[in-house]
């Protein structure tokens, strides 16, 4: 029989394997501390199980996992990892360090589909959605680097690398799951943000699923024929069905949502194009964080000039919106927002 990857497996279904296995219950719950508070990456590491067990454990599970294959170190302390993946494909994730936080971006899919065009990721296309444990597992590589050098731990974490999280969207609940669960990582809903090019349906399955983290729009075009024009993704999820997901999203969940705006210069920076987000963002609160574009080799898009940045957020301003603007970090490194792809 082929093995199975045991980081796939849900609470319930290790007290299943430990049940069929002939084990007492309390040995589920510690198999499960072991995989995700402890984040023991092989049986050996389980040393208040039996011999037996643990290989048992081994004929019938792998843990499906990734490796640094490389770290690249910015001149403002961004770092940007490369993972490489069981099958050889790799991924990138970064670890973005300030004064109050350290985040960690991480990514859903190797590579993406949706070919966004102002994104280097969406170049590659798309290959395949990542397990549980290939996103958890950047998680916890990039915080053993921020413990070790910066003696903090990751604080943040924000789906916002490689890849559409919604459209991985089992695995990537499955491992919100796990980063959250108090038996395993613990870490607060509240500081997790799952950012997506906006897929109508499973905003509304996020509702009613109860989802407690933080959700990010990348909108980045304001009106439909300019967003169908650069984020394909459009076509099915167009400016009035995002919005009427969006207001279903409020109205369960009550939690404001974030506005991802990347500022292109000619592009979608006047103050009309300000109207136009103003008066999309009418049905629901909203943080809009206006990003510093960042070009990559082969882009023609360029980020705006400072003087249309400043009457764009100021209009927005006046209108008693929450504006941040968000300077890109890592740009030395190609690992700034729209920058990760392998090379
Ligand atoms: S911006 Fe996000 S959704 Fe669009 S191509 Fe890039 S990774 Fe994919």
Redesign the pocket.
């Known amino acids: 029989m082929e093995k199975q990857d045991i980081l796939s497996l849900s609470h319930q279904e290790i007290v299943a394997v430990c049940e069929q296995l002939g084990e007492k219950s309390f040995r589920a719950q510690q198999l499960f501390e072991w995989l995700w508070n402890k984040k023991a990456r092989s049986f050996d590491e389980l040393t208040n199980m039996s011999k037996q067990f643990r290989e048992k454990l081994a004929e019938a599970y792998y843990f499906k996992t990734v490796t640094i294959s490389n770290i690249q170190k910015s001149k403002d302390g961004t770092q940007k990892f490369v993972f490489r993946l069981g099958d050889g494909a790799h991924i990138e994730g970064v670890l973005i360090p300030s004064r109050e936080r350290i985040t960690a971006c991480i990514s859903s899919q190797v590579g ?5 065009e ?5 170049t590659m296309g798309f290959t395949r959605n990542l397990s549980v444990g290939e996103i958890t597992d950047q998680l916890f590589a990039i915080e053993q680097v921020a413990i070790q050098e910066l003696e903090r731990p990751v604080t943040n974490v924000v789906y ?5 999280p919604l459209q991985n969207y089992e695995h990537v609940m499955a491992s919100i799951a796990r980063i959250t669960d108090t038996k395993g990582h613990a870490m607060a809903p509240s500081r997790i943000t799952v ?3 906006g897929i109508s349906k499973f905003i509304k399955k996020l509702a009613d699923d109860n989802f407690a983290c933080n959700l990010a729009i ?1 909108l980045h075009f304001p009106d439909d024929e300019r967003r169908t024009k650069y ?1 394909p ?1 459009n076509k099915a999820n167009n400016l009035n069905s995002l919005s009427d997901a969006l207001a279903y999203y409020h109205q369960k969940t009550k939690k404001r949502i974030s506005i991802e705006y990347a500022l292109l210069h000619g592009i979608n920076d006047s103050i009309e194009d300000a109207s136009l987000l103003a008066h999309f963002t009418k049905r629901f609160p909203v943080k809009i964080n206006i990003i510093e574009y960042n070009s990559f080799h082969g882009s023609s898009f360029k980020p705006s000039k400072a003087k249309k940045q400043e009457a764009f957020v100021s209009f927005l301003q006046k209108l008693n919106l929450i504006v941040n603007i968000r300077h890109s970090k890592g740009k030395d490194i190609d690992a700034a927002c ?1 920058q ?1 792809i392998k090379r």
Do not use: Y
């Open positions: 993406c589909g949706l070919a966004c102002f994104c280097a990721t969406g916002m690398g490689m890849g559409e950012s997506t090019a990348s984020m993704v729209g990760l």
